[in-house]
């Protein structure tokens, strides 16, 4: 499109008393040349925006620069469609609320009778006045490098793929079915059901949540397997998933198989951050086949949009904790093989098949004070319990069931089950740490208990007991989604949840790290069936979000209706792979040669590769490299002898941007030395934008980015991280030139720590004036 | 409002509460394709969630998922949404529902540009409600800092005061408008959402915990207030009765629940909150010690490691034991707490700074309910059903699992709009 520039310079909000609206047009006109620029007092209100409608229709300006307020706010006012290019130069917060109007100098003046006197005297404050010069600056070259963008579009598929046929996985594919999408659902096993099917009764699911209920996964069976548009594959494994959302290609399997189109083992130690490894090849036994390379295409495979993995857990092994007796005595059993029984009929102990009628369960192995339940717990081996202490009450009227815990973890409405099984005359519930099981000569157990709450050490003898073991996810063993990705087949950040493919994000609690592939039921948390089925309810509707999104071109979270995507100039591409390595997303395939395979429904727009990039030849096309360069040299960088300093910020757009229009809002003040821009993520900072501020002659470089580390704040997971490894790069470029290091620092931040803002500016500030000018300014 | 209506809709989906389940569910649905509407009877959207100062487990600010939150609603539009609106009436089935909404006046239009003028010129105060009242703040305001939509209201207890004509003059951008009327306009939709969330249990009710009488003692709601840097006292931890540092701090579990006289569900978030008001007092006051008195522990699944961080510390302790008494020390405004210790069997006696009630969730249904078709629960909670919903007003629950319910009401929501 031909652009045709106007620059709308607002001076409300104090803006026209801070600063010198003549002047900040003469940048506009004067050495941009841009034809059309108009002041106005209001340029939000009614008046000011039919001005700047008057010039789109009349004057056919369709690139508008709006020197006001911030971005953040009036976004509905200054939309002027989408054919149209706004860009927002905050002159209001980041200026004139944050540094001072004016400034006192000292005015050596002759007084009536000719005496010389020195008077302080007010004057407009030029810093102020510079810096939003240089923000205008800035806000045209970027109208200027920016272009609309155009969505990403192919012919995607609207299947659903679900992995996994539990209670979790049949939910997932029910509810997307009953939506209108079609479904095909992957069982390993030969039945459906998973461990729902293997249940005498369910913990309740329903109001008032204080009655044991009725397993319905029939009843789910039953209706998957009539509808119509439902497909299901039991015995069935996945052997790769490749493509990307809109257009994964899945290959099935007989379960327990091996084929070619199993996902080859990663070409080198995959290590997502830092230098590319020399690559080592892999060792195959004799006996394995050899997998193609993922990005060979399986012609046979299968086409899918979106999948949701439910694939659930394994029952963990309570064997480490050998007081206990699990493992020794037959009759210590775990609550899945308590289910299995009561599911078959009456509870009857292992060693003997006598009737057990006095049961006791164990809540938590710990000793010495330790309060842990079991490994992959949750509060659902509590009700557990419950559950099957009900059991032993059911088979047996004069049945007794104990139940020995540190904590009773029956949170919310399912305090109500508590206490209704607490009003069970045969329920023992007693406070307690176990010391110890052992068998006596009848098979029959002793369980010493110790620090109960009536006060006393106790030993009961029952005929079984029952161990409150947890679930271990699945991922924990298994890839299961088998990803062809050059990145690895499995989620990442496993590590951080135990195994659990849980999110990290408490806001947005079904994000992954694989878009397009999202996770429901107990391969996330340890969950009841109620809490499966409310899961996969929420993660068959983002699946669905996803093909929609996918199918109109446009990103999914958080940069959630982003059409723009990364475009490559592969003619200069050096195939260091650093960008198919550091993408969080695994958006990149590189083939053999190293070039990278770009996926762009796979992308989530942050543009991490774009700064990974040494050759620079990755952009989108309202963000790239060159727009940002030019950015950092349209600053004006004054002369030594001026004695100003000039520092430019790159500043998270999440996180960072919003904190600074709070201090703003707060009127909080601080240097008026730093030029802040925005950027999607720190991740996408390009060192050469460092190295184009510091060949200007500018003294200090800032990066201000979100928290890393286990509990990372980055929406985009690795942005600001990544960051900083690079600048250790950057440090040592720095001392080559003879530049001090310590001019480029990166800072975490949090958006609601806007407090800090002048604190951190101003030290960083103080540190640049410290080391003094940048020796190359002027060359 | 950022999108005044233009013409009733023929079809779209109403949620009903703009807290982080109402959100959630309206950009779900959103951005699959639907056009949703947000009815929020505060002047902002963020509810609950805006006046938490750090969610657990992660310890990260609320606002970071409420701004990327807000940059979704303000990039699609798919969402409305009418910020003072509450819904009047209900009428209809699913898949075709008519319904009345009532606008309260704020007194200040979208013209407002948050230039601040008309607080400056506004010489009255009123007790902060953000803060639950432990500050003032101008009756012309910024709800806070972070409120979506960013505009200044005015407090209806000046209208008519020359303190309303004051801030109408200091206004340039004629934002104000005293003559505003409360204005009811209808709604066609296909589903409705409720996602009206909970209210902090009115802690005066429980006689024995002394709130409202020993100056000291506050609610875990009003802890999230006085340990945020935007709060009363700008994320310093003080005690209401004479502004001390507070260097010794109890917390009260089940402050109402697991009480038949009170609520006799377990509200899921006390525990959590509690163990995470911790770190508050032990980051602010590096001194300072804390005790949680409880019944049981509940951090299920991922919140046990969060438990043993917290154990970790030494300067944290637990006893289990309910609070049977809380009575104030006249002399030093120091709070005195009467529990039973059910591990060692004996009453203990202990002196605080300050007590700090972990008082429950009730849902907001409690006090109004669902004007239209609704079920609800034996403790007020709305069932899910013909009327759909989500979060803290269909069960207790924390922010993740809200998330959940949300997303998957969104769900629920669309499979409603081929009805008729």
Redesign the interface.
């Known amino acids: 499109m031909e652009k045709k520039l106007g620059v709308y310079i607002c001076g409300?909000?104090?803006i026209g008393e801070g600063l010198d609206l003549e002047k900040l047009s003469l940048v506009a006109t004067k050495e941009y040349k841009v034809p059309i620029c108009k002041t106005h007092p209001?340029l939000?209100?009614e008046e000011g925006v039919s001005l700047i409608n008057q010039d789109i229709e009349t004057e056919g300006v369709n690139t508008i620069v709006i020197a006001a307020?911030s971005g953040?706010?009036?976004?509905?006012v200054f939309d002027f469609g989408p054919s149209n290019i706004v860009e927002r130069v905050n002159v209001r917060e980041q200026v004139v609320w944050s540094h001072d109007w004016t400034k006192q100098v000292q005015v050596k003046t002759k007084d009536a009778e000719g005496k010389e006197e020195v008077k302080a005297e007010t004057k407009p404050n030029e810093d102020t006045q510079m810096l939003g010069e240089d923000y205008i600056r800035m806000g045209i070259v970027k109208a200027n490098k920016t272009s609309l963008p155009e969505p990403f579009l192919e012919e995607f598929t609207k299947n659903i793929l679900v992995i996994g046929g539990g209670i979790t996985g049949l939910t997932a594919a029910i509810?997307a079915a009953?939506?209108?999408y079609d479904v095909t659902i992957v069982e390993k096993n030969s039945q459906l059901g998973g461990y729902a099917a293997r249940q005498r009764k369910q913990i309740p699911t329903?109001?008032?949540y204080s009655e044991l209920e009725p397993a319905n996964i029939q009843e789910k069976i039953k209706e998957i397997s009539n509808h119509p548009r439902i497909t299901i594959k039991t015995g069935t494994e996945i052997a790769r998933i490749s493509g990307a959302p809109g257009m994964f290609d899945v290959s099935f399997k007989q379960a327990g198989t091996k084929t070619k189109w199993d996902v080859p083992p990663p070409r080198k130690k995959e290590e997502e951050t830092g230098e590319a490894k020399t690559e080592e090849p892999v060792e195959l036994p004799a006996d394995q086949i050899k997998c193609e390379d993922i990005l060979t295409k399986d012609t046979d495979a299968e086409r899918f949009g979106v999948v949701v993995v439910a694939a659930g857990g394994r029952p963990a092994d309570p064997s480490e904790f050998e007081h206990l007796g699990y493992g020794k005595f037959a009759n210590v059993i775990t609550n899945v093989m308590m289910e299995d029984a009561a599911a078959k009929g009456k509870i009857i102990r292992p060693s003997d098949g006598k009737e057990a009628r006095t049961v006791a369960f164990i809540q938590s192995p710990g000793l010495n004070g330790d309060?842990?339940?079991f490994p992959y717990?949750?509060?659902?081996t509590s009700m557990i319990s419950l559950k099957q202490a009900k059991y032993v009450r059911e088979d047996y009227t004069d049945g007794k069931a104990f139940i020995f815990y540190k904590?009773?973890?029956?949170?919310?409405?399912?305090?109500?089950f508590y206490?209704s099984m607490q009003n069970d005359e045969g329920i023992f519930l007693t406070?307690g740490e176990v010391k110890g099981v052992t068998e006596n000569a009848d098979k029959s157990l002793t369980v010493e208990v110790d620090?109960t709450?009536i006060?006393e050490n106790i030993a009961v003898n029952v005929d079984m007991v029952v161990l409150a073991t947890g679930m271990v996810p699945e991922t924990r063993f298994d890839p299961v989604i088998n990803l062809a990705y050059r990145q690895g087949p499995a989620f990442k950040d496993l590590e951080l949840?135990d195994g659990?493919c849980?999110s990290?994000?408490?806001?947005?609690?079904?994000e992954t790290r694989r878009t397009g592939v999202y996770t429901a039921g107990n391969v996330r948390?340890?969950m009841t069936n109620g809490?499966c089925i409310?899961?996969?309810?929420?993660?068959?509707?983002?699946a669905?979000?996803c093909l929609?999104?996918t199918n109109?071109g446009m990103a999914?979270h958080?940069r959630?209706?982003d059409t723009s995507f990364p475009e490559f100039f592969f003619q200069r591409c050096t195939q260091c792979k650093r960008c198919t390595e550091e993408c969080p997303f695994g958006a990149l395939d590189d083939d053999e040669k190293g070039t990278p395979k770009p996926n762009p429904t796979r992308c989530r727009r942050c543009g991490t590769c774009m700064g990974a990039c040494p050759e620079r030849i990755i952009s989108f096309k309202n963000y790239h490299v060159d727009m940002i360069g030019s950015m950092v040299k349209a600053i004006n960088v004054p002369d030594e002898d001026e004695e100003k300093y000039r520092i430019v910020a790159f500043v998270c757009e999440?996180?960072a941007g919003?904190a600074l229009d709070?201090a703003g809002?707060?009127k909080l003040k601080f240097s008026a030395d730093i030029r802040f821009i925005p950027v999607r993520c720190l991740g996408s900072v390009n060192t050469i934008w460092i190295a184009d501020a510091m060949s200007k002659g500018m003294d200090g470089v800032l990066l201000i980015g979100c928290?890393y580390g286990d509990?990372y704040?980055c929406?985009f997971v690795k942005g600001s991280e990544l960051c900083n490894k690079r600048m250790d790069n950057v440090a040592e470029t720095l001392g080559k030139l003879r530049l001090e290091p310590v001019r480029v620092q990166q800072v975490q931040f949090?958006?609601?720590?806007?407090?800090k803002i002048p604190e951190v500016i101003d030290k960083f500030v103080k540190v640049i004036e410290g080391v003094g000018f940048n020796p190359m300014k002027g060359f | 409002m950022?999108?005044e209506m233009s013409g009733a809709p023929v079809s779209g989906i109403l949620v009903v509460g703009g807290g982080?389940s109402g959100i959630?569910t309206a950009?779900?649905?959103a951005?699959?394709?639907h056009e949703v509407f947000i009815v929020e009877k505060n002047p902002y959207l963020g509810g609950r969630v805006a006046q938490l100062?750090k969610?657990f487990p992660?310890?990260?600010?609320?606002?970071?998922?409420?701004?990327?939150?807000f940059?979704?609603i303000?990039?699609?539009r798919n969402v409305k949404y009418f910020t003072l609106t509450e819904v009047e009436k209900i009428s209809g089935a699913p898949g075709n529902y008519d319904v009345t909404l009532k606008e309260t006046p704020g007194y200040v239009n979208s013209?407002c540009?948050?230039?601040g003028k008309c607080a400056e010129a506004c010489d009255v105060e009123i007790p902060n409600e953000f803060n639950f009242g432990m500050d003032k703040t101008k009756a012309a305001y910024l709800p806070h800092?972070?409120a979506f939509p960013?505009r200044y209201v005015l407090h209806p207890s000046i209208l008519g005061t020359s303190a309303a004509q004051k801030c109408k003059d200091a206004c340039?951008?004629?934002a104000i408008d005293l003559d505003m009327k409360p204005k009811t306009f209808t709604l066609k939709v296909a589903s409705i959402v409720w996602a009206t969330g909970w209210n902090p249990y009115d802690a005066k009710k429980i006689d024995n915990l002394s709130f409202g009488k020993v100056k000291n003692v506050i609610t875990n709601i009003m802890m999230e207030r006085l340990a945020?840097?935007?709060g009363p006292t700008?994320g310093k931890i003080v005690r209401p009765s004479d502004g001390k540092a507070v260097q010794n701090i109890a917390f009260v579990q089940c402050a109402g629940s697991?009480d038949e006289n009170h609520l006799?569900?377990?509200?899921?978030i006390c525990c959590l909150a509690s163990l995470k008001q911790t770190t508050y007092i032990r980051e602010a006051n590096p001194k300072s010690k804390a005790t949680i008195f409880y019944i049981?522990?509940?951090?299920?699944?991922?919140y046990?490691k969060f438990y043993?961080k917290v154990k970790a510390d030494t300067n944290v302790s637990f006893v289990?034991g309910k609070v049977a008494k809380i009575e104030e020390d006249a002399s030093t405004g120091d709070v005195l707490v009467t529990v039973e210790d059910?591990?060692a069997?004996k009453k203990l006696h202990e002196k605080f700074d300050m007590v700090v009630l972990a008082a429950g969730m009730e849902p907001s249904t409690s006090a109004v309910k669902v004007p239209g078709n609704a079920k609800y629960?034996?403790n007020n909670?709305v069932?899910s059903g013909e009327i759909l919903s989500t979060g803290c007003v269909r069960?207790?629950?924390d922010?993740?699992?809200s998330?959940?319910?949300?997303?998957?009401a969104?769900?629920?929501a669309?499979?409603m709009l081929?009805r008729r």
């Open positions: 409300g909000c104090s209001a939000c209100g307020c953040r706010v009036k976004y509905d509810e009953n939506t209108g329903k109001a008032p309060d842990s339940d717990c949750s509060s659902v904590h009773m973890r029956t949170p919310g409405v399912y305090e109500n206490k406070r620090d709450m006060g949840f659990y849980d990290n994000y408490i806001c947005f609690p079904y948390q340890t809490e409310e899961d996969a309810t929420g993660a068959a509707l983002k669905i979000q929609e999104s109109r999914v958080p959630s209706g999440n996180d919003p709070m809002l707060n928290k509990d704040q929406h949090s958006i609601d720590e806007y407090n | 950022a999108h982080i959630t950009l779900e649905a951005e699959v394709g100062y969610y992660k310890l990260c600010p609320p606002a970071c998922g409420l701004e990327i939150n940059q979704r303000k990039k699609n013209n540009t948050c230039c800092e972070m960013q340039q951008y004629n945020a840097p935007n700008k697991r006799p569900f377990c509200s899921y049981d522990l509940r951090t299920p699944g991922r046990e043993k289990k059910t591990l069997g629960d034996e909670f069932i069960k207790p629950c922010v993740m699992s998330g959940q319910t949300a997303t998957g969104a769900l629920k669309i499979q081929g």
